[in-house]
């Protein structure tokens, strides 16, 4: 099993990033995916989340009118569109596949909003 994110990097305020996750090895099709984020010295947190069965979504408060996830199941790609970043924005962000108590991670990706 293998999630691969991208897309990552340094970006002014205000500016747009869009990250990839690859999936390899697991039924993507069948798996919640999600995007979580972790900044320094603070918990691992919950930023999107899109369903299997219709493709519904679930957004923290802080990205909802911002971030918008999609997936492509012949892909077997995830994405977060990240628009009108913030400093606070700054963290490591995780793909994470789940599936009843079956979960998988990524390695994370950094992103940085800084002027």
């Known amino acids: 099993v293998q999630l691969v994110e991208s897309g990552g990097g340094l970006v002014q305020p205000g500016g747009s990033l869009r990250l990839s996750c690859a999936a390899s090895?697991?039924?993507?099709?069948?798996?919640?995916m999600s995007w979580y984020r972790q900044a320094p010295g603070k918990e691992r947190e919950l930023v999107a989340a899109i369903f299997s069965a219709v493709g519904s979504t679930n957004y923290a408060d802080s990205a909802k009118g911002r971030f918008t996830i999609s997936r492509d199941n012949t892909k077997k790609m995830v994405y977060l569109q990240m628009n009108s970043l913030k400093p606070e924005d700054t963290a490591v962000y995780y793909c994470?596949?789940?599936?009843?108590?079956?979960?998988?991670w990524g390695q994370g990706t950094q992103v940085t909003v800084s002027s």
């Open positions: 090895g697991f039924t993507f099709s069948s798996y919640a």
């Open positions: 994470n596949a789940q599936r009843g108590l079956r979960a998988y």
